[in-house]
C-alpha cells in the first residue's frame, strides 16, 4: 500500500478531495493530514471524514524527529496541497521523487516565495496573460522548483477578479491533483496526452 502525508495549511479542498478520491483506493491510502496553523479550516474537513490531523511548529518541522515520525508510520509520498513553508533539505532528500506538490499557476512563471493563493491571481491578472492554470510538479528544496508533472490551462477572463480566476483553477486542480497523483505512483509517469487534457476542459 502507498501511504500518503498530505500537507496543507488553509481551506483544504485540495485535501479533502484527495481524501474522497482514494477512500477505499486499492494501491493508495490517505494516511494522515499534516496543519502548520491550528485555525485552518482543513483540520475539521479531514476530522470530519475520519483522518488523523497532525499539528506541527516549523521547530517541529525542521526536526529530525519529524522525519523519524512520518517514516515510522511509513509514509512513502508526501503530497503538498495548499502548503506554504519551503520543505527543508533533508525531508527533500530522504523523500526524493516522492513529494508532490500543487501550484495554481504554469510555472515557471507566477512561483517562488511568496506566491501563493490570491497572490499568485493577482499576479497573473495583473500580467495581462489570456491563459492560467496548475502545475503539478516534484519538489525540491527551492519553492516551485521541481520536475513539472503535469498542467493544465484554463482562460483568463477580461473581468476576473483574483476570486473569480481562483474559482476557475481549483475546479482544475480537483479533477486533475488526484489523478495526476494516481498515474505517477502507479507507472512513474504521468502520460496523459495533451488531447486529452484539453478535450476534458
Ligand atoms: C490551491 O489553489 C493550491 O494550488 C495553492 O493553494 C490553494 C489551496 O487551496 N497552493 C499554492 O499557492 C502553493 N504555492 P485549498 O486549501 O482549498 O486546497
Not at 517514516?71 to 521523487?97: D, H
Not at 510538479?137 to 476570486?163: I, N, R
Not at 486533475?176 to 502520460?191: A, C, L, Q, T
Request: with cysteine; proline share 3%.
Amino acid at each position: 500500500m502507498n501511504k500518503l502525508a498530505i500537507f496543507a495549511s488553509g481551506a483544504g479542498s485540495n485535501a479533502l478531495n484527495l481524501i474522497e478520491y482514494f477512500k477505499g483506493h486499492q494501491s493508495v491510502a490517505i494516511d494522515a493530514v499534516y496543519c502548520n496553523r491550528q485555525d485552518a479550516p482543513v483540520i475539521g474537513k479531514a476530522r470530519a471524514a475520519g483522518v488523523k490531523v497532525v499539528l506541527f511548529s516549523k521547530k517541529d518541522f525542521q526536526s529530525e524527529a519529524f522525519i523519524r515520525e512520518l517514516k515510522e508510520r511509513g509514509t512513502n509520498w508526501i503530497i503538498l496541497a495548499g502548503f506554504l513553508w519551503l520543505v527543508p533539505l533533508l525531508m527533500v532528500k530522504t523523500w526524493r521523487g516522492r513529494i508532490i506538490n500543487i501550484h495554481p499557476a504554469l510555472l515557471p512563471d507566477f512561483g517562488g516565495k511568496g506566491m501563493f493563493g490570491h497572490h499568485v491571481h493577482e499576479s497573473v491578472i495583473k500580467s495581462g496573460r489570456s491563459r492560467s492554470g496548475i502545475t503539478i510538479h516534484l519538489v525540491d528544496d527551492h519553492y516551485d522548483h521541481g520536475e513539472t508533472l503535469f498542467q493544465a490551462t484554463c482562460p483568463v477572463m477580461k473581468d476576473d477578479t483574483s476570486e473569480t480566476l481562483a474559482s476557475r483553477i481549483h475546479l482544475l486542480e480537483h479533477k486533475w491533483f488526484p489523478v495526476v497523483i494516481e498515474r505517477y505512483i502507479e507507472r512513474g509517469s504521468v502520460d496523459f496526452s495533451q488531447a486529452d487534457v484539453d478535450a476534458s476542459l
